[in-house]
């Protein structure tokens, strides 16, 4: 087994407790019972990106109890104890996440994944479109 367990976490905004949701044989991350602000690793998030849907099984918090959540700052990694960074999406810099500088694990707030993934969806219709257009 790992050394880091993600047994018994406590979900960094509201202190409930968080669970391991699965998605298909690569996709695991921890969620919280309480917010639904999900712990993701780096990969695994890259992963989520290209999965078709995986949105709607996993990020299924109100995007306006997200939000409300959003507005919590300076909090720790449930794994590592030390204090998350804030920083941006490159690509779409209105998108808050925070990220543990030990674990590089990040944290999302409900509906942030969404965000994240419907509007990189938007950028890839939008590079077609142009791309037809030019050829
Ligand atoms: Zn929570
Ligand atoms: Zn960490």
């Known amino acids: 087994m790992d050394e880091t367990t993600t047994e018994n976490l406590e979900c960094p905004k509201c202190g409930s407790a968080m669970e391991t949701k699965l998605y298909g044989p690569k996709i695991s991350i921890e969620r919280c019972t309480q917010c639904y602000g999900m712990l993701v690793e780096p990969d695994v998030l890259s992963q989520m990106r290209k999965e078709w849907m995986v949105e709607a099984f996993l990020d299924i918090g109100h995007p306006q109890v997200g939000k409300e959540y959003d507005k919590i700052e300076d909090i720790?990694?449930?794994?590592?104890?030390?204090?998350?960074?804030?920083?941006?999406?490159?690509?779409?810099?209105?998108?808050?996440?925070?990220?543990?500088?030990?674990?590089?694990?990040?944290?999302?707030?409900?509906?942030?994944?969404?965000?994240?993934?419907?509007?990189?969806?938007?950028d890839k219709v939008k590079g077609l479109l142009r791309g037809k257009r030019g050829s």
């Open 76 to 122: 720790e990694c449930p794994i590592c104890h030390v204090c998350m960074d804030k920083v941006t999406d490159p690509v779409q810099t209105h998108i808050w996440l925070e990220v543990c500088p030990n674990c590089d694990r990040i944290f999302l707030d409900a509906g942030e994944f969404s965000d994240l993934k419907y509007e990189t969806f938007m």
